[in-house]
């Protein structure tokens, strides 16, 4: 017994020996609930661009409801590329941004409400192909910023491009376009963002160059949570990263998304006597031939030809 007892006392000190250590075994999840929000440090000129020259981050208009204020306005990086040909210097706007995600949201500044604007969104391929064509729908009382799921999936590491066109009036439409590219985490940033809170996975993504879902992440925390300090500095110091400072205190609206638009149809016409081909038969004299076969006389040969052999007969 007495030996017992000493075994037994020794396996409650090991016990308690472990139990003390758990604390400092916890999984990261845990601990990481606990630490302040990590820092959002990103330089805008090492950051991986998918774009290419043509892009439009503003949109143009020169007068009309789209211009009294802010300009059409795409929420993303963007940088210029000065090119020269046959002696004419022009620079053109890269508009680009990296995602982790099969279907990210992009964001738009909106400068009226959306409530009765016509809008068309268009999706393409590197080659130009036409991928999804459809309309930023919703309602809103005013300007402000939207944040729009993609309807489709992307293919990782192919770049897309992107516009979106208002029409501001009778007479007016405004665009902004730019690219944007799924690319897949690494292991132990997928890791980091599977346990961090909201806060946390805007600076994990903004820090390894993802903008696309950095943004989307802090868009979020604004709309939620309007007037928290800290996801507000965040925004501000953000936005003005990406030369987009005049746009630090819009709003973010519980607005849009992306639906279906029917493409326009070319209504068929009517094939004329000059596009009816050598073997086509006109209605009439098919009419025609068909009423002979249905009523034969008793005393006619059974005629073997076929209607457009009949129909050619009868020149």
């Given at each position: 017994?007495?030996?017992?007892n000493?075994q037994n006392?020794r ?17 990261y ?15 805008p000129?090492?950051?991986?661009n ?12 020169s ?8 300009p ?11 090119i ?11 508009v ?11 964001l738009?500044?909106l400068?009226q ?10 999706l ?8 999804y ?13 939207v944040?729009?799921?993609?309807p ?5 590491n ?9 029409d ?15 690319r897949s985490?690494?292991d ?9 809170d909201?806060?946390n996975?805007?600076?994990l ?8 879902d950095a943004l ?8 939620l949570r309007p ?22 205190n ?12 029917p493409?326009?149809l070319?209504e068929p ?6 596009t009816l081909?050598e073997?086509?038969v ?13 009523t034969?006389t ?9 209607i ?6 009868r020149?």
């Amino acid at each position: 017994m007495p030996l017992l007892n000493s075994q037994n006392l020794r396996r409650n000190l090991l016990g308690a020996i472990v139990l003390a250590a758990l604390p400092f075994s916890l999984p990261y999840s845990v601990a990481a609930q606990q630490l302040p929000p990590l820092p959002i440090e990103f330089r805008p000129g090492e950051l991986a661009n998918p774009g290419r020259p043509g892009g439009r981050r503003r949109g143009g208009g020169s007068r009309g409801s789209c211009q009294e204020g802010l300009p059409l306005s795409a929420i993303a990086y963007a940088d210029t590329q000065v090119i020269t040909e046959l002696g004419v210097t022009r620079t053109d706007e890269i508009v680009g941004t990296l995602t982790t995600i099969a279907q990210p949201s992009l964001l738009f500044y909106l400068p009226q409400a959306l409530s009765n604007t016509p809008t068309e969104f268009i999706l393409k391929d590197s080659s130009e192909r036409l991928l999804y064509q459809g309309q930023l729908i919703g309602s809103t009382d005013g300007n402000g910023i939207v944040v729009a799921p993609l309807p489709v999936a992307l293919s990782p590491n192919m770049p897309y491009q992107w516009s979106l066109t208002v029409d501001c009036n009778e007479t007016e439409r405004t665009t902004v376009s730019g690219w944007i590219e799924r690319r897949s985490p690494s292991d132990s940033l997928a890791n980091d963002l599977g346990e961090a809170d909201s806060q946390n996975r805007a600076a994990l993504y903004a820090n390894a160059g993802f903008l696309q879902d950095a943004l989307t992440e802090l868009a979020s925390l604004r709309k939620l949570r309007p007037d928290d300090a800290i996801v507000e500095r965040e925004w501000q110091d953000f936005l003005t990263a990406l030369d987009l400072s005049d746009l630090v205190n819009v709003p973010v609206l519980d607005c849009c998304v992306i639906s279906d638009a029917p493409m326009e149809l070319t209504e068929p016409t009517e094939p004329t006597e000059e596009t009816l081909p050598e073997d086509s038969v006109e209605p009439s004299t098919v009419e025609e031939a068909t009423e002979d076969i249905q009523t034969p006389t008793e005393s006619s040969e059974p005629d073997t030809r076929t209607i457009l052999q009949r129909a050619r007969d009868r020149g």
